[in-house]
């Protein structure tokens, strides 16, 4: 660390070379008294008292008054400048720096400023640079520690002879059938999918081919004695465990910003013999990219629907049209709770599939679905991720998603994913798509035979060596994501992460653990709904007390005060698995018994609301309270707004005081 003589000699050497370049027009009048009054500014603010950009304005000033001085020869301006306002200018820069960036200043700093940043002294504040030089230091440190190739980081995978075999084909094709025909043989065999779903349906096939199966997800691990095979989900992969085969399901997800990187880290470092992948076709380059990355040799199993899938020639009419077999699909809860709660009210029993329904329910939905208990199912995109259910049609109730930035058209390997899943080989002879409205159906059937393009990126994790960095964890992990890489890879997305790093940033005194870069990334990296404010509570109470005891606390739907209904049991869940998660994370007793009483308990519950009256779901205008149109978007009906945006100033006001006496 340098001392402020150090600095000031290197200020002073700064100002000066700025000083004696030609610039444009400065005001020269009166630049004594402002030298002055600049002078007793700086002597009277207190370090707290000055913001950057203030600072970065006396910056500028003293390099405008000192270029005048030096012009017109003025020995004593001179003098005052340098031996009066810059070590107070000096004391203000330092008195807004952090602990960390005083550490960083050392004689590195002033070969990167001269280097880099010339005369960057004397426009900047020294908190800027200082910032800039840690990220050029970070920068340096991660080329030195990270592989430039990321399948060097999986050396013993790189020494082995791997064999993979690529099961290429669409939805519906039994690629993954084939692969699990092999996985049965196995003497210490892996199979990783996207959903728990997926790993409990492969760990019950495959006790029904008698090979002993655990079940091992971030939610729970059910373990059999003598296991010849582990079904677990992506995340859950043991790259120091040594396999004969493997399975790699739905790997087309490789180029997802979130969850893509554990198909990446699973392809590239999976110690096994024999690998069998199942993907689409448009992930064919990326897949067969990485594995000649690592130097193995593949081969590739081409499928083709064992069905035809149709497009319907008219569009479909709700609720007019609907059929047995028949599967609607719309994007969020509140559209598949409201167009079930509309066929309950013709008569019409439907199994409801989304995103946030615990996997047991979604399970038990999908079961009566199949068992002919309920004609019809009402899902989201979900149902594209492997679900086998007996489908007849798929109906796309909307042709819009909202996907976390902005509401846009499906993409047409989001159609073809899901339309795929119309037609169940052996139940029946074709499978067919169609959409609600002509539009809907036109802008579906022109992308239903549409080329996919094929995938161009793979995301990549963050690496964990660089937690050995002697750096804050959020700066370590800005920088990380901020180099860039050669293609195709893209660092995963680490929004959720930098967000929980801050929430528990601003608990930090009460955190065990919090400058233990490890143990602060085991926590900041458990995947939880950031989205919801209950169980981003729960985590920071468990960051702030998972010291305090053998056993984290166990969640309590009593604390749930300001949730109602199916919502308060679906957050209790999620509570749920983070009690679990975060246990397991931290290495604390889990209480299994009550873990697996109160899930059953809340599954009940949630299966309760969705065998009940689903006609309280049906969205209807908060201003008129008349039933919104099936798949509408919004919360006010057409004529609502249309009179709220025509300048009615009466109805505004009527129509919310009515809403308020609704509510």
């Known amino acids: 660390m340098i001392d402020e003589s150090e600095l000031l000699q290197f200020y002073v050497a700064q100002y000066r070379r700025e000083a004696k370049k030609k610039g444009g027009y ?63 200018l000096i004391r203000l820069d330092l008195g807004l720096l952090l602990p960390e960036d005083r550490d960083s200043l050392d004689e590195g700093f002033f070969d990167y400023v001269e280097k880099n940043l010339p005369g960057g002294v004397c426009t ?62 196995a003497r210490n065999g892996v199979y990783l999918g996207p959903l728990r779903l997926l790993a409990l ?45 493997a399975v790699i399901d739905e ?30 076709p448009a992930a064919q380059g990326v897949i067969t990219h990485l594995i000649r990355l690592c130097g193995d040799s593949f081969e590739i199993l081409r499928y083709e629907r064992k069905i035809p899938l149709c497009c319907e020639e008219h569009p479909f009419e709700f609720p007019d049209s609907v059929m047995p077999g028949d599967a609607l699909i719309v994007f ?57 259910l007996p489908v007849r049609r798929i109906v796309f109730v909307q042709t819009e998603k909202f996907d976390g930035t902005s509401r846009r058209q499906l993409t047409v390997p989001e159609i073809k994913q899901i339309a795929g899943r119309a037609g ?51 700066a370590i992990l800005k920088v990380w994501h901020g180099v860039e890489t050669s293609p195709p890879f893209v660092k995963v997305s680490i929004e959720d992460t930098l967000y929980l790093y801050d929430q528990a940033s601003r608990r930090r005194e009460y955190i065990d653990g919090f400058y233990d870069k490890k143990v602060l990334y085991r926590m900041i990296s458990c995947p939880i709904d950031v989205k919801d404010r209950y169980v981003v509570a729960l985590w920071l109470r468990y960051c702030e007390s998972y010291t305090a005891d053998v056993s984290l606390e166990f969640p309590s739907i009593q604390d749930l005060t300001g949730l109602f209904g199916i919502q308060k049991y679906e957050t209790y869940y999620k509570q749920l698995d983070l009690y679990y998660q ?8 889990i209480d299994a018994k009550m873990l ?62 009515k809403m308020k006496k609704r509510s």
């Open 332 to 388: 969020s809860k509140r559209s598949v709770l409201d167009v079930a709660g509309r066929l309950e009210e013709r008569g019409i029993k439907a199994s409801v599939i989304y995103g946030s329904l615990p996997p047991d329910i979604r399970r038990r939905q999908v079961q009566m679905f199949a068992g002919g208990e309920t004609k019809v199912a009402v899902a989201t995109d979900a149902i594209g991720m492997g679900l086998n």
């Open 26 to 88: 400065v005001r020269a009048s009166g630049y004594e008294k402002r030298i002055g009054a600049l002078r007793k500014a700086l002597v009277r603010a207190g370090i707290h008292q000055v913001s950057r950009s203030i600072l970065e304005d006396y910056h500028r000033q003293i390099k405008n008054l000192l270029h005048i001085a030096t012009r017109y020869r003025n020995k004593g301006a001179v003098s005052a400048i340098l031996t009066q306002i810059l070590p107070e």
């Open 424 to 474: 169940r080989f052996g139940l029946y002879d074709a499978g067919y798509v169609t959409a609600m409205g002509q539009e809907a159906l036109e802008y579906v059937r022109e992308r239903f035979d549409a080329e996919e393009e094929p995938i161009g990126s793979v995301s990549l994790g963050f690496p964990q060596i660089l937690l050995d960095l002697n750096e804050s964890l959020d």
């Open 201 to 245: 349906e492969v760990y019950e096939k495959m006790k029904d081919y008698g090979t002993p199966c655990t079940m091992l997800t971030g939610q729970e691990c059910i373990e059999t004695l003598g296991s010849r095979v582990t079904a677990s989900t992506i995340e859950m992969a043991d790259l120091g465990e040594k396999y004969d085969i």
């Open 251 to 280: 790997a087309q997800m490789v180029h997802d910003r979130d969850r893509g990187h554990s198909w990446t880290r699973a392809i590239l470092g999976l110690l096994a013999n024999e690998i069998h992948i199942c993907l689409s």
């Open 124 to 185: 900047r504040s020294l908190f800027d640079l200082c910032q800039s030089y840690r990220r050029y230091c970070i920068e340096n440190r991660i080329t030195e520690l990270v592989p430039s190739r990321p399948e060097l980081e999986f050396p013993k995978a790189l020494a082995m002879s791997r064999r993979f075999i690529l099961h290429i084909g669409p939805t519906n094709s039994g690629k993954t059938f084939q692969a699990l025909e092999r996985l049965k043989t």
């Open 582 to 589: 975060f246990s397991v994370r931290m290495g604390k007793i």
């Open 596 to 657: 697996s009483k109160a899930r059953a308990r809340t599954e009940s519950r949630i299966m309760g609301y969705l065998l009940g009256k689903k006609t309280n779901y049906i969205s209807t205008c908060r201003y008129c309270g008349k039933k919104l149109p099936v798949g509408y978007n919004f919360g006010v009906c057409p004529q609502c707004f249309a009179m709220e945006h025509g300048g009615i100033g009466s109805f505004s006001k009527e129509r919310k005081e």
